[in-house]
């Protein structure tokens, strides 16, 4: 059998197996993941200990020192130093939070490829289980449950979900945004979706299946702009479709993108159809005004029509933004509420990549450690 892979590797198939090594493990998570509501999987770390594995079980009321709601690199980069901190944190994953598998935007990503430490890519849902896996070892515990309330007028802070009431002395709020999907004919998960079909430009547009290529991008504001003109260092043209006769955006975005040479724009346009059999190959564009109907070839479609922090449980209790998004101090990862911090793209509109969700997952780690030992707590 060696001898056999050997002969591959030295015909240049290493990397084919590479990658199918990490479809197996993809899969294998995504089974794994598919755990019944009713029957969440609380601790998966064997070395806890047995009495707290038995009260988290019965929903006994024990104040944990911390709790942590969301389940991407936020959550847990926070999950990783607080454990290790031995705050024995407890996080709520969620069950399809958002419309959205544990893990996060990344589940929805194929390759990942601007994450440091893997030269080679890594699948979305690979990088999440690693992360995951990193949690419940050193001893984080977690529930495959959505938090549907919190009580943060009274301490400790109170959380609930449809199974389980728990209390805790600090909450890290890491729930991330969902970025908003028009509903296409041919674009649904079970159809074109990451074959060609984002709502990441800066996450996929670098893929191989888009370079040189024909790209389109829906939205008309900033992050549009800002998207068509990154998506031109890979494709060989990038369409804006937007549906009014004007841009949302910025003059100076609007300028720099009239003045880029493979930006062109369709106003007053819809997107109607993704076509393809396995990956997108063409879109069906309506010209709003003529009513006609005609066939794009692309080889990529970009949403950039915003995201949806995911903060609508918190009832108002934190002070948000004007588009709701976590509002904390500068330079850190406190929000209104002491004892409370926000992590992730739920108080990051701007970047909104993995490794700035890792960053401040670790901030708002430390922020409770310091914040529990100042208190006596």
């Not at 990658?19 to 197996?24: D, E, F, P, V």
């Not at 059999?277 to 069906?284: A, G, H, N, S, V």
Request: proline share 3%.
């Amino acid at each position: 059998m060696l001898s056999i892979i050997k002969i591959y590797i030295e015909m240049g198939f290493k990397k084919i197996f590479h990658r199918l090594s990490r479809m197996t493990a993809r899969l294998s998570f995504a089974s794994s993941s598919n755990l019944s509501k009713n029957q969440p999987d609380p601790i998966e770390n064997e070395k806890c200990d047995k009495n707290l594995v038995r009260m988290a079980s019965s929903g006994a009321a024990a104040v944990e020192k911390v709790i942590i709601i969301g389940s991407g690199p936020a959550a847990h980069t926070a999950a990783i130093y607080t454990s290790r901190a031995e705050l024995r944190p407890v996080l709520f994953e969620g069950w399809m939070a958002g419309g959205v598998a544990a893990g996060g935007q990344l589940t929805t990503t194929t390759d990942v490829e601007n994450f440091p430490g893997f030269p080679d890519g890594i699948f979305g849902f690979e990088l999440m289980e690693n992360m995951k896996k990193q949690s419940i070892r050193f001893g984080t515990r977690v529930f495959s449950e959505t938090v549907t309330e919190v009580n943060l007028q009274k301490r400790p802070f109170e959380v609930k979900t449809e199974n389980r009431s728990m209390l805790a002395h600090t909450l890290i709020i890491s729930t991330g945004a969902t970025a908003k999907r028009m509903q296409i004919k041919g674009a649904g998960d079970e159809e074109l979706w990451n074959k060609g079909i984002s709502a990441c430009a800066v996450c996929d547009g670098a893929i191989p299946m888009f370079r040189n290529k024909p790209l389109a991008v829906i939205g008309g504001g900033d992050s549009a702009l800002e998207e068509a003109s990154f998506l031109t260092k890979y494709g060989s043209k990038v369409y804006v479709i937007h549906r009014r006769d004007e841009l949302r955006a910025s003059k100076i975005m609007q300028q720099r993108a009239r003045e880029n040479p493979k930006i062109e724009f369709l106003y007053s346009h819809v997107v109607e159809e993704a076509c393809g059999t396995e990956k997108l190959e063409k879109i069906k564009v309506k010209d709003l005004k003529s009513n006609q109907v005609k066939d794009l070839p692309v080889a990529g479609l970009f949403f950039a029509i915003g995201h949806e922090p995911n903060t609508k449980f918190l009832n108002g209790q934190l002070e948000l933004d004007e588009t709701n998004y976590v509002l904390t101090e500068k330079g850190t990862a406190k929000t209104s509420v002491p004892g409370v911090f926000a992590a992730g793209d739920v108080q990051d509109k701007r970047y909104r990549q993995a490794i700035t969700a890792a960053g401040s997952g670790c901030m708002a780690a430390l922020e409770v450690e310091h914040y529990l030992t100042e208190n006596g707590l």
